[in-house]
């Protein structure tokens, strides 16, 4: 089955086990969220899956290879990464920004397919207008947009061969409004039929429960459940997890869970009931 998979990872940084026994998997087709609280081992684990570190233990595969027989170009036309830290400071203009996300396909395709995959990866994240622009002058929710449609471009096919793409995003809301959250994330759902998983690293739990098809929670490097929102956004794990005091409701439309700070008892004036 075509998949991107960690299967048993463990890894340790200065004598602390930052993995511990650590399995997932991204389907083509799904958005996958991998949440826990700060410190949990979930950019770890992504680096991992990029093929960027390499864990003691376990291994991960694409489509049942492991990342370490892949030569890089290879690796790079089949896995695309937005790193937290994927600003540029760089005097480029947008288009450039794009073009060079298209490096691995040097040597497989020509110049016009290259630029039709940067024309079609600019339209699918709306970004098109933004092509002429200088991208250091952009504000941040634009940044963020040319950054994924950056990494669009880099594993964009314009004749798909059938083979699965990933998106691997490393927390890519966290800068952005809640509008500009809503938009990226539908962005990334739109391109889910193209045969592109994405694992995608996300903080805000209804976030990502509106969103995910499936979701893993991560604490002090393990697992702690997986499953859908509906099996993973439980109070019991998360307030575990998290340290937090959350409560868990239903979404009355959607049918999703909904995570609030838990409930108070109504605060009582100290001049209430005297005369």
């Known amino acids: 089955m075509s998949c991107l998979s960690a299967d048993k990872l463990t890894l340790a940084r200065a004598n602390r086990r930052v993995l511990q026994d650590v ?10 969220a991998l949440v826990g609280p700060n410190g949990a081992g979930k950019s770890t684990l992504l680096r991992c899956l990029s093929g960027e570190l390499t864990a003691d233990a376990g291994c991960c595969s694409l489509d049942g290879t492991a990342l370490r027989a892949f030569k890089a170009h290879d690796l790079a ?60 002058r952009l504000s941040g929710g634009e940044r963020q947009r040319v950054q994924l449609a950056r990494v669009l471009a880099q594993i964009w096919d314009t004749h798909w061969d059938g083979q699965s793409r990933y998106l691997l995003l490393d927390e890519p809301t966290s800068s952005l409004d809640v509008g500009h ?6 962005v990334v759902r739109e391109v ?39 099996a993973v956004i439980q109070a019991g794990p998360i307030n575990s997890a998290y340290g937090a005091e959350l409560d868990v409701r239903t979404d009355a439309h959607s049918g999703r869970p909904l995570v609030l700070p838990a409930g108070r008892a109504p605060y009582q004036s100290p001049l209430s009931g005297s005369s």
Request: charged fraction near 20%; avoid cysteine.
């Open 23 to 32: 399995s997932l998997r991204v389907t083509p087709g799904e958005v996958v």
């Open 181 to 186: 959250q809503q938009r990226l994330l539908r």
């Open 192 to 230: 889910l039929p193209m045969g592109i998983g994405v694992l995608a690293v996300l903080h805000d739990l209804n976030l990502a429960a509106a969103f995910a098809d499936r979701m893993y929670l991560l604490a002090a490097g393990r697992l702690v459940t997986q499953g859908a929102p509906t």
């Open 77 to 136: 036309r089949r896995r695309a990464v937005l790193p937290q830290d994927a600003d540029t400071r760089f005097p480029l203009m947008v288009a450039d920004v794009m073009a060079m996300a298209r490096a691995p396909w040097r040597r497989q395709a020509t110049p016009q397919h290259n630029q039709r995959a940067v024309r079609a990866a600019a339209a699918a994240a709306g970004v098109v207008e933004l092509m002429a622009r200088d991208f250091r």
